[in-house]
């Protein structure tokens, strides 16, 4: 039997954890900015991706198949702006730091052919139809490069506030149309590029798009009106500003056929309209009409209209029906709970976004978020299940209650303490919170009190015992009988600073994990716990623990950390067996596993990944 040998960091590792699935972050929205996100065709394939950024992520997704993610991390900066070249052969990223990268989006190496600096956040890029030119625009103005880095002219004619969008005629001679706060929309020519016309929306100018065949470009704006200028001189010959919207207008794009062109605004709405005559050939509207549903964003991906909520969902529309026929999301903020209960996943964020991922978290099932109600007021820092319902703990000292089989969301009584952790014993739920440990029943009730002396900072169970890690670096264990917790032993001394994870097998092993990396095993039975690793044996993260899990068979312990990675340990030897590099940029704040050989995790970037553990 041939055995394969991995060699990370020096170490060799004799097990292998390859990524099967990533569910990717939503695209980062900001209420009142207008989303410019990208599309890609790929050559000598049928694939057409929607391509964003989250975090520090650039995001390919098919739209045909959701589940073909392709995910691109170039950025050392939040990501704000996203263009893909005419070719198909770039992408230019901004960020929230004036950095720029231009890197081949048509290689497995996604090689940097350009990284630049400007000044102030970006905003939006566009390209030369060469795709051999970019314009920058952003808080501290306009920048037009060539791939080179050098520049190819000035954008003026603006007063001096940010820049939100801009865009390059396809065809030469080439034109340049810029939009800002300053609600100008400048026509620019070149390159070098400079001053042609300008005019002015009655408020910020969101975005402007040229046509296919560079006859026109369209700028849309926050006064709800929308204005068709001419390709070459910038002179206005046409407007539509009664009825266009009865919000900002936030998002433009044009069908390939030049003939149609797609709107969308902060009323909710997508609209289809009809170059020729102005008409409206179609409005698409979502499911809901609170806030998070606002529309900002509009693009087509081949001939398919798609749209970006302000909530991250993609939604695609499919002219001839209002409603998405098909609607994708993610989270758009660091996921901060995550549990396994049957096929399902269940993940939730620091904006109290929770979702169900079904069939073993391979495709999205459900998202609360998506009844439009007020869940959580504050991080959601844990989730359990019981098959029917999912039980939320948060910051804010609230617990909700979820259907699983309809999303429905209530909030249950509150709880003293910033809870942070949740356990399903029996017919109750057992709460860990700074202020001590609480029993309430599923409607949230209070049963029993247990104060602490200690300030708890994670907790864990397997039914019959409760583990408990705390800030004064140890771990008090309980025994449960109903809704009565008798303390059986404490785990301390192998610890030196704060305790953040720990974990409870079925026969007893506890695993417990601390803010500086170290990580302690033990085996309790008959209430009396016998160290199996100490301090330094199982120390091989180089940043603190955050999730710590046992397989269901127990031979394997995986952990998380925030240092990014991802390692899974053999329980009995306690020897590395294989490690995850780079799971989740910023941190992978939690593990489980799915089966014997599946990992399942979920991080910073606001992504849920799996993994295969294989020989």
């Known amino acids: 039997k041939l055995q394969f040998l991995y060699l990370i960091e020096g170490y060799v590792y004799t097990m292998s954890l390859s990524q099967t699935h990533v569910l990717p972050a939503a695209p980062t929205t900001t209420r009142g900015l207008a989303l410019h996100f990208s599309t890609w065709e790929p050559r000598k394939t049928d694939e057409k991706h929607i391509v964003y950024g989250n975090g520090l992520h650039t995001y390919c997704r098919n739209i045909a198949d959701p589940a073909q993610v392709k995910t691109v991390h170039r950025s050392k900066q939040p990501l704000t702006a996203v263009r893909v070249s005419p070719s198909g052969s770039y992408c230019a990223t901004g960020d929230s730091a004036g950095g720029v990268v231009v890197w081949a989006l048509d290689n497995e190496a996604n090689t940097v052919k350009l990284e630049t600096q400007v000044s102030g956040s970006v905003t939006d890029i566009a390209w030369t139809g060469d795709s ?127 003939k149609q062109f797609l709107t969308s605004s902060a009323d909710k709405s997508v609209k289809l309209w009809n170059l020729d005559d102005k008409s409206v050939a179609d409005t698409f509207k979502v499911q809901s009409n609170t806030v998070d549903y606002m529309q900002v964003g509009c693009a087509f991906v081949g001939e398919t209209p798609v749209s970006v909520s302000l909530n991250g969902d993609v939604n695609v529309f499919q002219p001839g029906q209002e409603k998405p026929v098909l609607v994708l999301r993610g989270h758009q903020r660091p996921i901060t709970a995550l549990c396994v209960e049957g096929d ?61 089989a309809t999303g429905e969301f209530k909030l249950l009584e509150k709880v003293a303490g910033a809870p942070n952790s949740i356990a399903l014993l029996g017919e109750n739920l057992l ?153 989740h940029l910023g941190g992978v704040n939690h593990v489980a596993w799915v089966s014997d050989s599946e990992v399942v995790s979920a991080g910073a970037d606001c992504s849920v990944r799996t993994f295969a553990f294989a020989a």
């Open 344 to 404: 399902k996943v269940f993940t939730a964020s620091g904006d109290s976004a929770i979702f169900a991922w079904d069939e073993k978290a391979k495709a999205p099932a459900a998202s609360v978020r998506a009844t439009g109600k007020k869940l959580h007021g504050s991080i959601v820092s844990g989730l359990v299940s019981d098959g029917k319902t999912l039980f939320s703990c948060a910051m804010d000292d609230t617990l909700g209650a979820t259907d699983v």
């Open 132 to 258: 051999e030119r970019i314009i920058i625009v952003g808080e501290g103005g306009g920048a037009a490069m060539m791939l080179s880095g050098s520049s190819c002219g000035d954008i003026m004619g603006h007063s001096g506030k940010s820049l939100m969008c801009v865009d390059i005629r396809k065809e030469r001679p080439f034109r340049a149309a810029t939009g800002g706060q300053d609600r100008m929309v400048v026509c620019h020519q070149g390159p070098p590029f400079k001053f042609l016309s300008q005019s002015m929306h009655e408020n910020t100018a969101n975005c402007v798009r040229f046509s296919p065949d560079g006859a026109v470009y369209i700028s849309v704006g926050s006064d709800k009106a929308m204005y068709l200028c001419d390709g070459k001189t910038g002179e206005r010959v046409g407007e539509v500003k009664e009825g266009a919207h009865a919000g900002s207008i936030y998002s433009v794009a044009w069908h390939p056929s030049g």
């Open 431 to 583: 709460v860990a919170t700074s202020k001590g440990l609480v029993f309430v029943d599923k409607e949230g009730n209070e049963k029993s009190k247990t104060p602490t002396s200690y300030t708890p900072t994670c907790m864990a169970t397997n039914g019959s015992i409760v583990a408990v890690g705390c800030r004064e670096k140890k771990v008090t264990l309980y025994e449960v009988a109903g809704t009565k917790l008798t303390e059986i032993a404490e785990l301390a001394g192998e610890h030196k600073s704060i305790i953040s994870a720990v974990t409870v097998s079925p026969s007893g092993k506890v695993a417990v994990g601390d803010q500086t990396r170290d990580i302690s095993m033990w085996q309790v039975d008959g209430g009396k716990p016998t160290l199996l690793a100490g301090a330094g044996e199982m120390c091989a993260h180089t940043s603190g623990i955050k999730s710590l899990a046992f397989s269901p068979n127990e031979q394997l312990l995986a952990t998380g950390s925030m240092d990014s990675h991802i390692i899974v340990w053999d329980a009995a030897k306690k020897s590395k067996t294989a490690k995850a590099e780079l799971a």
